[in-house]
């Protein structure tokens, strides 16, 4: 019998393959919904309308009405690190109505965590980005949250939530979170992230522009998620990338010593 000698690289590789295999985290969802209705009585004249509209993969959606000044435009959007939301209404001084419009969006991911053993610490680092106008006699808010749960103990990590309404003047926002989480090796974490922009009587929330997650790990520390996206975070080079490198890494050797001898 002919045995041959494995690298103990290659060995430890493959047993992390192995491992990363029977993971079989939940399926990551989104959610984004837009809606608004105005009404409004001018004289002997009344009308009043409203719209909405969602999407259970977090694609993007849209609704907009209006009559006599009066009316209301909003947007969501939810995707792999990223919501957006837009929410806005007009409306006529001195004339007896009202409008409302609201952009909402949230995603549920789930992530593991592998490349040590035990607890450790990590970050989360999330940036949002947009404007609040109030109008003339109008409001516009914001509201963002961030959770992470563990699905093992059900312990839950509030990390962000924050949220404003803004009733004077115009207000642009550029917050930038980072907030400190425990976490165990080889645990499945629960993500839930939403933000929600609202907007009254001539009011807007612009948050368009997007709020951002990424995770600040510790050197060597890994991430998978349901959704496949990174946030940021390294990517581990598959086994078969380690095995195209130790044959490079051999041939580069055989060469080496077939110059040496010549």
Do not use: C
């Not at 979170?177 to 976490?183: E, P, V």
């Not at 598959?238 to 050797?253: F, H, N, W």
Request: charge should be neutral.
């Amino acid at each position: 019998m002919i045995s041959k000698k494995i690298s103990p690289l290659l060995v430890a590789l493959v047993a992390t393959a192995t491992a990363s295999s029977a993971w079989a985290l939940p399926a990551a969802t989104g959610t984004s919904t837009a809606e608004g209705n105005y009404k409004y009585t001018a004289g002997s004249v009344s009308s009043k309308g409203s719209a909405a509209t969602g999407s259970s993969t977090g694609a993007a959606v849209d609704v907009n009405g209006g009559s006599g000044g009066f009316g209301f435009e909003a947007s969501a959007e939810a995707v792999g690190g990223a919501l957006k939301a837009f929410a806005s209404t007009s409306a006529v001084e001195g004339v007896s109505g009202k409008s409302k419009a609201e952009g909402y969006a949230s995603f549920t991911d789930y992530v593991t965590f592998t490349g040590g053993v035990g607890s450790a610490e990590g970050f989360l680092l999330s940036s949002l980005s947009g404007s609040l106008n109030a109008g003339d006699a109008g409001k516009a808010k914001y509201e963002y949250t961030v959770s992470i749960y563990d699905l093992g103990s059900g312990a839950k990590q509030a990390l962000i939530d924050d949220e404003r309404t803004f009733k004077l003047g115009e207000l642009t926002l550029s917050n930038a979170y980072k907030n400190d989480f425990s976490f165990t090796f080889g645990n499945t974490y629960k993500l839930v992230a939403s933000l929600t922009a609202t907007a009254w009587n001539g009011g807007v929330a612009d948050f368009s522009h997007t709020a951002n997650l990424n995770f600040a790990l510790g050197s060597g520390v890994n991430l998978t998620s349901a959704s496949g996206y990174t946030y940021n975070v390294p990517a581990v080079p598959e086994p078969q990338t380690y095995a195209m490198l130790l044959a490079g890494l051999g041939m580069i050797s055989v060469m080496a010593r077939r110059r040496t001898k010549m």
